[in-house]
């Protein structure tokens, strides 16, 4: 049996090596508190789950759901972005289901890229943007995140023969795994980039319903012409609490909705229409504010995290949105060598910087999805062996 060439491209899973070392620790019998992954840990809104059994009992739902996605779940999303956005959305060909945001940024690829084509992906970044363009049998091509300027792209590096051969600029604000928020006037320059180079930008709204400190998060189709270049992929993932739904849409350009629909109809069958009707109900006032109460959730967490960062002399800036902190490795440490020695010594699990690219080396990354004795506990133990190991080191 040989696997494809086009899988063999796909670079080594990073976080394999650690899961190993989780899987030893736990079997020589410590605690091992995992603050790596993101993924949400209270229920979904009982409002949510409610439409669900509903849908479920209804035989309307049962058969094949067709893939333009059920009027109710289309007009939702549209009454949605009015709503929360101030984006006026056709129903009829401005928005189209997607099976979370992973498959349809995938899918995008498959779409958008020729062999030789590039997809512009952010450094440091979520893997699918570089995984994805890969098995499409194009190429990411790295733009790196400049923290100076509140972790934009340095789309002004990109070297001509790169903007020529690139097809898709893929953005993620709120963002993951830097927790930055969009920088001013980032979204226009994008618009003027991508009419200046013929590309089709990806907006990947994964984060948009979880922010901080009164931050409201733009949608990109906010900005004037971003409708002419652009699509935005909305996850209900991480600010409902869908994360095991599969449950996202994509939105914007009719054009590239229809290219993405019509390989998707050789794809897969769509989404089930009892999760579409469900996701309409996530997208109402009362979703609004169940979005809300979890993002108070989280920045509570967030400063229990950032608080005992600082009392360990971890400079961090606290983020604005996102269910994660973003921390420099003390000097000395790559991020891989910094993330097994807090294993090691306080058996918590944080993220490698460097598995989300190149440029996130020299940072761990702390998911905030865990529930707050377990996160209270990890960062206790944080503070007193590795405050100790500080100690010891200066
Ligand atoms: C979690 C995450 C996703 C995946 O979202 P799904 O809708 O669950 O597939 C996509 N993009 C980013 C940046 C994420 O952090």
Known sequence: MRPSERLSRIPPYLFAELERKIADKRAQGVDVISLGIGDPDTPTPSSVVDALARGAADPGTHRYPSNRGRPEFREGVAAFYERRFGVELDPAAEVVPALGAKECIFNLNLAFLDPGDLALAADPGYPVYTGGPLLAGAEPFLTPLVPERGFAPALEAIPAEARERARLLYLNYPNNPTGAVVPDGLFAEVVEFARAHDLLVVHDASYTETTFDGYVAPSFLATPGAKEVGV?????????????????AIVGNAEALESYWRLKTNIDSGMFEAVQLAAVAALTPEGDQAARDMSALYERRRDLVCGALAEIGVAVTPPKGTIYVWAPVPAGHSSASYCEMVLEESGVV???GGAYGPNGEGFFRISLTIDDDRLREAVERLRSSLGDAEGQAA
Request: aromatic share 16%; charged share 15%.
């Open 232 to 248: 935005e992929v909305f996850s209900l993932s991480k600010g409902y609490n869908m994360t095991g739904w599969r449950t996202a």
């Open 350 to 352: 944080v993220s490698p």
